[in-house]
């Protein structure tokens, strides 16, 4: 199906982040298109007018035409543009609408009204497709992130939409997952299928993109051909605050498990979690010591983020031992000394305002150093703005900017340049370089290969 924006103009209330400016932008059928550019420049905003979540959901001042085949979006009952058009939202979680895996790749089609036979053959089909028969049957509470990102677009391929729209889908994928969603993509694409896909990692889709749309500041700055695009070196990319369009191998060196005999810093030792009756990861023994920075990598669902709710004390301990300086430390210890910016920001920003969030349960503060602060993390211009206003890559910075106002020990980064583009990712980068020079302990989980590349000293691998 084409699709066509006519002088689309939106601002959301009270907020610059998303805005669109004469956007004029046409798509043929078939054709697979990647809307690029900075966080905050208008490529989710674009994604949810097509999908009609603007102005139907998200409130704003909204100008201009959006059709589909030639028939306004605004036209379409919402039944009818949820069988031609699919969305896979940057955060899996706000669309889910049932608490089993199966039951949520089946939700569009028993809405639809398809018979039982045909739900249940689908359903074979899609995860045989995807390759994700492990995950038939699960609670979706239990699942990682990237196994959250997974179910997410198979609910949407059940459905087999004329337009798939997605935000960010490789952004808490493992490097599997995403060859797994490049094969995804490529079949959909032979299938004539009209793809429209909001990303930052370039490197999956270095084959399969029509054209690159850029945009900046809530315009369209050019169009790059697909010829261009696979044309353009990292350096090039880099200048437009893009990532490289090519897999970036890292060199870190693999770290062992060795006896820590100055005990210091943090030492993990034959660790064992349960979690919600099930055992996710037994026997782990890792050494941290402080003024590095440590990556900890691995598969979707191998148990990285469990690990980090346990060493900053937010999950028990079945078997093992943590120490901080040689001491065992209790739940209590791990609570007053590690601090853990999450996968799911949303679940822990709570004030009304971006200063009011990095003062938030901090006893005494310097009100300079939590502006100097947002200044590093380029959001200082956001200081009275509302936390849930930010952009994906926004809300990790502000994470990260309370992370130092606690001035605490053990710092854990789960996934913390999920929806970031390149420049603030190196941003990212280069503030926890800073923090493991004033001798914090620093744990990363990520999959980002480049990010990785920039600033990891050494690198543990869970399986």
């Known amino acids: 199906m084409s699709i066509e924006l006519k002088n689309v103009n939106f601002s959301y209330p009270d907020t610059k982040v998303g805005t669109l400016k004469d956007i004029n932008l046409s798509i043929k059928k078939g054709e697979f298109v990647l809307l690029a550019g900075e966080s905050g420049c208008g490529k989710t905003t674009i994604t949810r007018i097509i999908n009609g979540l603007i102005p139907g959901f998200y409130g704003g001042n909204l ?65 045989k497709d995807l390759n994700i028969e492990a995950l038939r049957d699960r609670d979706i509470f239990k699942l990682s992130g990237g196994e959250k990102q997974k179910i997410a677009f198979a609910s949407v391929y059940a459905m087999n939409p004329d337009v798939f729209l997605l935000d960010e889908p490789s952004a808490n994928l493992d490097t599997k997952g995403i060859e797994g969603l490049k094969e995804c993509l490529l079949k959909i694409k032979k299938l004539g299928k009209t793809v429209i896909i909001a990303e930052h990692r370039l490197y999956y889709l270095y084959n399969l ?51 820590n005999k100055e005990n210091a810093g943090l030492s993990i030792k034959n660790l064992s979690v ?37 060493i900053c ?94 001035e605490k020990d053990i710092l854990l980064f789960d996934e913390p340049t999920s929806g970031l583009d390149y420049g603030n990712m190196l941003l990212c980068a280069e503030f926890i370089k800073r923090l493991a020079k004033k001798g914090k302990i620093i744990i990363v989980v990520t999959h980002d290969e480049e990010f990785m590349e920039c600033c990891c000293d050494k690198k543990y691998r869970l399986k």
Request: aromatic content about 8%; hydrophobic content about 35%.
């Open 274 to 310: 349960e979690y919600k009756k099930r055992i996710v990861f037994k026997n782990v023994n890792m050494d941290f010591v402080p003024g590095k920075v440590y990556c900890i990598t691995g598969q979707n669902g191998a148990g990285k983020s469990t690990l980090l709710r346990s």
């Open 313 to 406: 004390g937010l999950l028990n301990v079945a078997k093992g031992n943590i120490y901080i300086n040689g001491v065992k430390a209790n739940k209590k210890d791990l609570i007053k000394k590690a601090f853990m910016v999450m996968q799911d920001v949303n679940y822990q920003l709570f004030s009304d305002s971006v200063l009011n969030e990095c003062t938030l349960g901090v006893k005494k503060f310097n009100s300079e150093k939590v502006e100097d602060t947002l200044k590093e993390m380029g959001l200082i211009e956001y200081k009275d703005r509302h936390p849930n206003t930010l952009s994906g890559g926004q809300k990790q910075r502000l994470a990260i900017a309370v992370s130092l106002m606690m």
């Open 209 to 259: 993109v029509d054209r690159v749309i850029y945009l900046k500041d809530g315009k369209i700055e050019k169009e790059i051909s697909g010829d261009e695009f696979r044309a353009m070196d990292k350096s090039t990319l880099n200048t437009m605050n893009l990532r490289s369009n090519r897999y970036i191998e890292n060199k870190i060196d693999n770290g062992k498990a060795h006896e």
């Open 63 to 127: 100008s201009g035409e959006a059709l589909i085949n030639g028939k306004k979006v605004s036209e379409y009952k919402s039944y009818e543009l949820a069988k031609v058009v699919g969305s896979v939202f940057q955060n899996p979680r706000t669309q889910f609408f049932n608490a089993d895996t199966d039951s949520e790749i089946a939700f569009g089609l028993e809405n639809a009204g398809e018979a039982a036979k045909t739900i249940n053959d689908t359903l074979g089909e899609v995860t």
